[in-house]
């Protein structure tokens, strides 16, 4: 089994930042895609952001560009997503997740992806 835990949701002005943390643990695989999700109240979830196991290929969904980073620190089997210039509409649950069993980096799906977090708040007010 895998664990993922995430950290760093709260509540943010608009225009401010804030950095959330995704640690994995258990039977983590050689190489692994993490990647970030987010949830609306009343919206289905989707795709944020992605990097792959080395770190040198990130994928992100156009709302997100330039104003988000995806970031990973592979000893410590974390992945952080810095979220800057925030807006209202970035308030969702935002989820950490990962696949143990293939290569996922370029999907947005949130079926191809094994492993997942609790969720984290993130609240951005206007």
């Known amino acids: 089994q895998v664990q993922l835990v995430e950290s760093g949701g709260g509540l943010v002005q608009a225009g401010g930042s804030l950095r959330l943390s995704c640690a994995a643990s258990g039977r983590t695989s050689s190489n692994y895609t993490m990647g970030w999700f987010r949830q609306a109240p009343g919206k289905e979830r989707k795709f944020v952001a992605a990097?792959?196991?080395?770190?040198?290929?990130?994928h992100y969904v156009d709302s997100v560009k330039g104003r988000f980073t995806i970031s990973r620190d592979k000893s410590k089997n974390t992945v952080y997503l810095q979220m800057s210039s925030l807006k209202p509409e970035d308030t969702a649950v935002y989820y950490c997740?990962?696949?143990?069993?293939?290569?996922?980096?370029?999907?947005?799906?949130?079926?191809?992806?094994?492993?997942w977090g609790q969720g984290t708040q993130v609240t951005v007010s206007s």
């Open positions: 997740a990962a696949d143990m069993e293939k290569d996922v980096f370029g999907s947005t799906s949130d079926g191809d992806f094994g492993s």
């Open positions: 990097i792959s196991w080395s770190g040198l290929s990130t």
